[in-house]
């Protein structure tokens, strides 16, 4: 059996800047196109770094948490991104439309 060390392809570009603070992932979150740019990850991220992506955006945009009006707002878009993209079938699904949708 061989071993695919990242089997949703290679990065092509830089990684997302690091977020440090609320107010950048507020702007993130709202600002993000598609689910991947919600959560500030890569297309090709392994299931293990959207979990993490996906955490540490909602502990930042948490409502009790972030005191932001817009942080409820930009904190349902991080757990729809999430709901997309954490199971494998989900995701396939939503990486086939993005497919269809840039062939177009």
Known sequence: MQLV???YG?????PPPK????EEAVEVAIKG???????NCH????PTEIKACYRRMALMLHP??????QAAVAFK????????LSSPLARA???AGLDNAFEE
Do not use: M, Q
């Open 64 to 69: 009790d948490k972030n005191p932001d009006e």
């Open 33 to 39: 196109r598609l689910h991947y740019d919600v959560l």
């Open 19 to 22: 977020i440090k603070n609320g």
């Open 10 to 14: 290679v990065p092509t570009e830089d």
């Open 43 to 46: 297309r090709t991220a392994t």
């Open 77 to 84: 878009r991080v757990s729809d991104a999430w709901e997309a």
């Open 93 to 95: 699904e939503y990486d």
């Open 5 to 7: 060390e990242k089997p």
